[in-house]
């Protein structure tokens, strides 16, 4: 794997406009590489964001797009069982948020037109293999294809189909969990250390570590294990160029009393988050599949923003997310690239 920079970096790929270009070509001008999360993106708001970051930075940087399911059927009682259970927290029966939930999947071939107008040097994938032609197309414009994998099984599956790296994600990681398997079962939930042992015995690709790796240290601990670099998306939440929102940000510097929890509760699929009100009243609920339960609680979650209500907000981030540090993204990798003793 060859890094322009010599940083091996990657700021995460975070969906839900935390990734602005901002942030994105802040941390690739500062050596790393700067991710777009672009799952949820509509083919306009892809064009416009890669077109302003090079507007703003000349270096490498990453899109990430989900693999989202083919067919989704919605079962009339499935709806109304995730209707009520929304219907029945406090906030839903002060203001009546239920509604039917949106079909609407994003269409992978089209997000990806933008992709090979703009040509930016690595395009990754959550969820699942894209299809190969996506693969024979970014190889053929030079663009360098990487794919989650959460345990050897997937790994295997990954350098088969022809990408150039893995994206290892141990379980501590925050937001969703990258298996290929919509539930949980058969995850092994792995740590991100032996998850890159088990890697590193049989998979010949690069590998990037991802999930609780917040300083220096961490980082220096995984490349010493042979991970060619390390996913970071937690550690910048909070970097001034980011789009959180000032309530998120608030949750994750000022109550780190609290711990992460995984929940199906906001889209369908197991994502891990600060634990709040919603968590906690979601815990064992029914949800409908992702994504429509994500469908499902948009508007929710948009009034929650609005009124700076973070205990119906999502929060995702990863187990160790209290190390979290405010500080421009310059800063936090020079501040990195010094504790690693790079």
Not at 83 to 108: A, D, M, R
Not at 121 to 149: C, D, E, N, Q
Request: hydrophobic share 35%; with cysteine; charged share 20%.
């Amino acid at each position: 794997m060859e890094f322009v920079s010599g940083l091996p970096i990657f700021q995460a790929p975070m969906a839900g406009g935390i990734t602005t270009p901002k942030l994105v070509s802040a941390v690739s001008n500062s050596g790393a590489v700067g991710s777009f999360g672009f799952a949820y993106s509509s083919k306009k708001k892809i064009e416009k964001d890669l077109t302003e970051v090079r507007k703003l930075t000349n270096n490498p940087v990453n899109a990430n797009f989900f693999i989202f399911p083919k067919n989704i059927t919605l079962s009339s009682k499935k709806c109304a069982s995730a209707n009520k259970t929304l219907n029945k927290l406090p906030l839903c029966s002060k203001h009546s948020f239920t509604e039917s939930p949106s079909t609407y999947v994003p269409i992978l071939e089209q997000q990806l037109e933008p992709i090979w107008i703009h040509k930016p040097k690595y395009l990754t994938f959550h969820f699942g293999l894209p299809p190969k032609h996506v693969l024979k197309k970014a190889h053929s414009l030079g663009i360098k294809v990487g794919i989650t994998a959460t345990c050897e099984k997937d790994a295997n599956k990954i350098q088969a189909h022809g990408a150039d790296f893995i994206v290892a994600q141990g379980i501590e990681a925050g937001g969703h969990r990258g298996t290929f398997n919509k539930s949980s079962k058969g995850d092994e939930k792995l740590r991100i250390r032996q998850l890159l042992r088990v890697l590193k015995k049989n998979i010949k690709i690069p590998v990037i570590c991802a999930g609780g790796i917040m300083n220096g240290e961490d980082i220096a601990s995984v490349l010493n294990e042979g991970a060619v670099a390390v996913q970071m998306g937690t550690a910048f939440l909070c970097c001034d160029e980011a789009g959180t929102n000032s309530t998120y940000k608030n949750y994750i510097l000022e109550k780190k009393e609290r711990r992460t929890v995984y929940t199906r509760g906001f889209s369908g699929r197991w994502a891990r988050c600060l634990e709040n009100e919603f968590t906690s009243l979601m815990h064992g609920k029914s949800v409908l599949p992702f994504p429509l339960q994500f469908n499902l609680t948009t508007t929710l979650r948009n009034f929650a923003v609005d009124t700076r209500n973070g205990e119906y907000q999502t929060f995702y981030a990863g187990k160790y997310f209290h190390k979290a540090r405010a500080l421009p993204a310059s800063k936090l990798i020079n501040q990195l690239v010094k504790e690693m003793n790079f």
